[in-house]
């Protein structure tokens, strides 16, 4: 008998879907960014950096460069940037700290959302973060001194006015969450689309020799591609929704959640550190082998306990 598919059906069921899902994500989304601008607002921030900075300068970099790290650990890469700008880096840091901002950024966040989807949040966190500076201890160690000049200007962090800075927040965050509520219905439908149409068998027949070589199964390859285009945010609201349809595995989830806790959003987060001034080469290199080695050593010692 000959499959028809019910691309009506599909797409109410991926919408109800989503709005369960997208609901779940503003809520996290909306209460953890006011925790975090009112942490930025009374110089929280600012003083975990200064603790951090003879790190910093350990692995080559300004102590203002602790600054750049954490906000964008705790933030966005939007906000590291802007102090990238403000302070005033040459190219060999400014690649170094785009490492460590695409391998650790908006981790309270994201990793709520691998915890939800069944990864260990500490094990999330240690792991970006390990990497976060991995990456800049080998940049340190193999890319040339820089002799260009770095500006010394002090930058103000924070507006004085706690009702402007409130309101300000209050608008962009509206912003983002009418985004954040527009790409997760869409994903979501896409995926049933996808899904019905049988598009999505296909892609993983495509993408198996690569997914093989990254560790992942190919069950992931959908979730994969968005991970990898719109970030982990967005690819976990999709991943969550997979979970809860029992499409995908829990251990299927889990060795993908590795693999894009260091290597995510793959066009946006990475073009904007290239327009500032960071390596197209030394972003996509180090995150790409990083992330296979992390799901190796995941199934690896996975196998091992199971013995």
């Not at 598919?5 to 989503?18: C, H, I, K, L």
């Amino acid at each position: 008998m000959n499959y028809s598919p019910n691309v009506p059906q599909a797409m109410r069921d991926g919408f109800r879907s989503a709005l369960k899902t997208a609901w779940w994500m503003i809520r996290l989304t909306v209460t953890i960014s006011l925790g975090v601008m009112l942490l930025q607002y009374f110089g929280i921030i600012a003083l975990v950096s200064k603790w951090l900075t003879p790190l910093f300068l350990h692995i080559g970099l300004q102590g203002e460069a602790a600054l750049v790290f954490i906000t964008g650990a705790l933030v966005n890469h939007y906000a590291a940037i802007a102090i990238i700008e403000t302070i005033g880096f040459d190219a060999r840091s400014i690649t170094i700290l785009a490492l460590m901002c695409l391998c650790a950024h908006n981790l309270i966040v994201e990793t709520a959302i691998q915890k939800k989807i069944g990864s260990s949040a500490v094990r999330m966190v240690v792991i970006r973060l390990l990497f976060a500076i991995i990456s800049a201890m080998l940049l340190n160690a193999i890319l040339p001194d820089s002799a260009g000049d770095v500006s010394t200007k002090k930058v103000q962090l924070v507006e004085d006015n706690f009702w402007v800075v409130l309101t300000h927040w209050a608008l962009s965050t509206l912003s983002l969450t009418a985004k954040m509520f527009t790409i997760i219905v869409a994903l979501t439908v896409l995926q049933r689309l996808l899904a019905e149409l049988g598009a999505i068998r296909m892609m993983s027949k495509l993408l198996r020799p690569l997914l093989k070589a990254f560790g992942l199964p190919p069950k992931t390859s959908f979730l994969w591609i968005v991970a990898q285009t719109l970030g982990l945010a967005y690819g976990a609201a999709v991943m969550v929704e997979e979970k809860e349809a029992g499409k995908v595995s829990k251990r299927d989830l889990d060795l993908l959640n590795h693999h894009i806790a260091v290597s995510h959003s793959n066009i946006e987060d990475v073009m904007l550190f290239f327009s500032i001034g960071a390596s197209l080469f030394w972003m996509f290199a180090l995150r790409i082998v990083f992330a296979a080695a992390v799901v190796w050593e995941r199934r690896f010692f996975t196998a091992y306990r199971q013995r």
